[in-house]
T-cell receptor
């Protein structure tokens, strides 16, 4: 079955360390997205990529980095520069942005906790 | 950036009650979507709307795309305990490029009345 997989489900990081969250999809979707979710804040866009080897900053990109070397994969690195990284991170994918959206497909999320 | 105003922010339900929530914006949208998120999981698409005035049902859920294209509402009839969760509206401004990205409301949290 096609879907989008995020790993790990739970991640603990020490202050000052970088950490990479994985996101893989086998839906043949062109576009992929990373969102951060905090209680009462809704979904805030970190980065998005509409095509391989290209990505754009979202509303809260500072302290994060991404790569899009393969269509299926869009890993997110939370760097030590991110001042408040503890949050629930969601990855999503969709057909190319130029077409009518059938909606984003979301992964099941990664909960990152800084200890 | 663009904003969607989703209300209410939270509500308590008793089994069997009908539930309503809505989203409004100052901008015109081409697409409205409604998602549900269970605790610790990613949002799942419930209903997609593509035309002004469109009314679409999915079981006990009914959603409408407002005539002005600036609002949408979601109704849940005869609620059951598994309806609890966070409901998000999302809108797409235009097709193509960054304008094709979805904009999300802040969510309506449904809980069971104690």
């Amino acid at each position: 079955d096609g879907g989008i997989t995020q790993s790990p489900k739970y991640l603990f990081r020490k202050e000052g360390q970088n950490v990479t969250l994985s996101c893989e999809q086998n839906l043949n979707h062109d576009a992929m997205y990373w969102y951060r979710q905090d209680p009462g804040q809704g979904l805030r866009l970190i980065y998005y990529s509409q095509i391989v080897n290209d990505f754009q900053k979202g509303d809260i990109a500072e302290g994060y980095s991404v790569s899009r070397e393969k269509k299926e994969s869009f890993p997110l690195t939370v760097t030590s520069a991110q001042k408040n990284p503890t949050a629930f991170y969601l990855c999503a994918s969709s057909m190319e942005a130029g077409r009518r959206l059938e909606g984003y497909t979301f992964g099941s999320g990664t909960r990152l906790t800084v200890v | 950036g663009q904003q969607l105003n989703q209300s209410p922010q939270s509500m308590f339900i008793q089994e069997g009650e009908d539930v309503s929530m809505n989203c409004t914006s100052s901008s015109i949208f081409n697409t409205w979507l409604w998602y549900k998120q269970d605790p610790g999981e990613g949002p799942v698409l419930l209903i997609a709307l593509y035309k002004a005035g469109e009314l679409t049902s999915n079981g006990r859920l009914t959603a409408q795309f407002g005539i002005t294209r600036k609002d949408s509402f979601l109704n849940i009839s005869a609620s059951i305990p598994s309806d609890v969760g966070i409901y998000f509206c999302a809108g797409q401004l235009n097709y193509g490029g960054s304008q094709g990205n979805l904009i999300f409301g802040k969510g309506t949290k449904l809980s069971v009345k104690p």
